[in-house]
């Protein structure tokens, strides 16, 4: 019988093709695990259909890259018939992990938003535990921003004790609790103020003694040394000019700013100067398109929908500014923001953006900040970024590059795994006989 893995890493998480960041920080995490000696790494995801489904921004499927060899991902099918109305996803997803953690490999499981990944991964544990099978997993529970203003914020609004209680359970009944930012970690704890507060119980406390920060990971190598070459094409397929044009590229939704930043781009001298392109899908993607279709601006304004991931890294090099003008609203706030790092990575312009959540400590002091929902602060700011003096904008860029660099996959992945004491014990198949 051919040996079983020593190790085992497991994340569960909205995977390709979802557009999301988090969706390309499991890939980082995973693809990162192989190169620190992980045998098998498996990310355990949702069918297509119901990524379809469910509403969530997608990117075109031949346009996800292939993942390295060596990371399965997986896709379980739901549990039940049309008598089930909800919760076979779920149910598949757990059943799947139930049969990973029993199979004698000691695995880490990493799950990236609290609900439903941590909670099923909860469940799991439990479920594997009681079968009297030998268990040997570690888990990890990551909370990004939208698990406390979709989650949580909205159970202590509704006043449902119940349903934020068993979030927060299952998130502090985790080996390992980390947050993407500190200003994730503190609004998680604020939460958990306002339940405690109100029902007697100690999250708040647990949350502040438990989670550390653990900021997204990033292939810092996809952005870095770019091809001129392959820079020159991707933009002339466009029909784009280096330095032509100012760039937004992510999730088109209403706390992204992308409506200000069509009024902003519209009042801004620069608008003679460059275009403005607009990648991205999302569920604000047919407003917006109306909006800058009555702008007097409509003609020097483009909108994408279908940049692959490996076009991402030429469309913001080649850019004049990237902007991402994020504003808070009561179902997301920005608790990091990944493109605003991977943008700095890439070169090009500086970044235009504000200090909305956690997008300060994405920056630093890297980046021109304009105060939420001022369409004329982003008028001003492309002004200076298109008028900006090739030595100074050279200054900037390599400032911004050097801040990076720090959120490379290999050292987040490091920092995080260092949080494992102890690490899981291997196993070999004397012992699994």
């Not at 355990?44 to 499927?61: C, E, F, H, M």
């Not at 550390?212 to 466009?238: C, H, K, N």
Request: with cysteine; proline share 7%; glycine share 8%.
């Amino acid at each position: 019988m051919t040996p079983p893995p020593n190790n085992r890493l497991v994340i569960v998480v909205r995977a390709d093709p979802v557009i999301c960041g988090h969706s390309g920080e499991a890939r980082n995490l995973a693809e990162a695990a192989l190169d620190r000696g992980f045998d098998e790494v498996r990310i355990v995801t949702w069918p297509i259909d119901r990524l379809q489904a469910s509403g969530l921004p997608l990117k075109p499927l031949d346009s996800v890259l292939p993942y390295r060899g060596g990371i399965v991902v997986e896709r379980p099918a739901p549990v039940g018939d049309y008598k089930v109305p909800d919760g076979r996803y779920v149910a598949g997803l757990t059943g799947r992990l139930v049969e990973l953690f029993t199979d004698g490999v000691p695995t880490v499981c990493l799950s990236l938003y609290l609900s439903p990944h941590t909670t099923a991964v909860a469940e799991a544990v439990r479920v594997a535990t009681s079968t009297g099978l030998p268990v040997k997993v570690t888990t990890i529970a990551e909370a990004v921003g939208s698990d406390v203003t979709n989650v949580v914020r909205a159970c202590v609004e509704e006043d449902r004790f119940g349903a934020a209680a068993h979030v927060l359970s299952a998130y502090l009944g985790s080996d390992v609790c980390v947050a993407v930012s500190e200003y994730t970690r503190d609004l998680i704890v604020a939460e958990a103020e306002a339940i405690d507060a109100k029902h007697g119980t100690t999250f708040a406390e647990r949350c502040r003694e438990r989670i550390g920060v653990s900021y997204p990971a990033i292939d810092t190598s996809a952005y870095l040394d770019l091809d001129e070459a392959e820079l020159a094409r991707a933009l002339a397929r466009r029909g784009l000019e280096r330095d032509g044009y100012a760039l937004f590229l992510s999730r088109l939704s209403a706390a992204k700013g992308v409506d200000d930043l069509i009024e902003g781009y519209a009042a801004s001298g620069a608008r003679g100067r460059v275009r403005l392109v607009i990648a991205g899908d999302g569920p604000e993607a047919g407003r917006l398109r109306a909006q800058a279709a009555a702008s007097p601006v409509a003609d020097r304004i483009t909108f994408l929908d279908d940049v692959p991931d490996a076009e991402k890294p030429y469309l913001m090099a080649g850019s004049a500014a990237y902007v991402l003008p994020s504003k808070p609203l009561p179902e997301f706030v920005e608790t990091f923001g990944i493109a605003l790092v991977e943008k700095m990575l890439a070169g090009g312009g500086p970044v235009i953006t504000t200090a909305t959540g956690g997008i300060p400590e994405a920056v630093g002091d890297c980046a021109l900040l304009v105060p939420a929902e001022d369409p004329a602060a982003i008028a001003a700011a492309l002004d200076r970024a298109v008028a900006m003096p090739p030595e100074e904008r050279r200054r900037w860029e390599v400032r911004a590059r050097e801040h990076a660099r720090q959120f490379d996959r290999g050292v987040v992945f490091d920092r995080l795994f260092e949080r494992l004491e102890p690490a899981p014990e291997p196993v070999t198949a004397a012992e699994l006989s």
